[in-house]
């Protein structure tokens, strides 16, 4: 899986897991909710700094968030996060 889209989905399981909104969420980084959205959507990527604000908000290490298993697993490191999470709702389409 291509590591934007391994992000993105990790990104969104590790919110649903915490029991959070996207707004809550949004607001607690201090971006726009649209941002956030983007960044679970896959849209955009953020900037290195707020990577690690996102993984300290969330508690869990970057490397998670951006599916570096290997690596933690190498360094006995376990994320207690479940990554399933409800299916994304899919986009309205437009009547011509």
Do not use: W
Request: aromatic share 10%; charged share 25%; net charge neutral.
């Amino acid at each position: 899986m291509e590591v934007k889209f391994m992000f993105c989905d990790r990104l969104r399981a590790t919110r649903i897991s915490k029991g959070l909104t996207l707004q809550k969420t949004a607001d607690a980084l201090d971006i726009p909710l649209r941002t956030y959205q983007n960044y679970e959507a896959g849209v955009r990527e953020p900037h290195f700094d707020l990577l690690i604000t996102i993984a300290d908000y969330f508690d869990v290490p970057t490397d998670f968030l951006l599916g570096r298993d290997n690596f933690l697993n190498s360094l006995g490191v376990s994320v207690d996060v479940s990554l399933e999470c409800p299916p994304r709702r899919p986009k309205p389409q437009k009547n011509h």
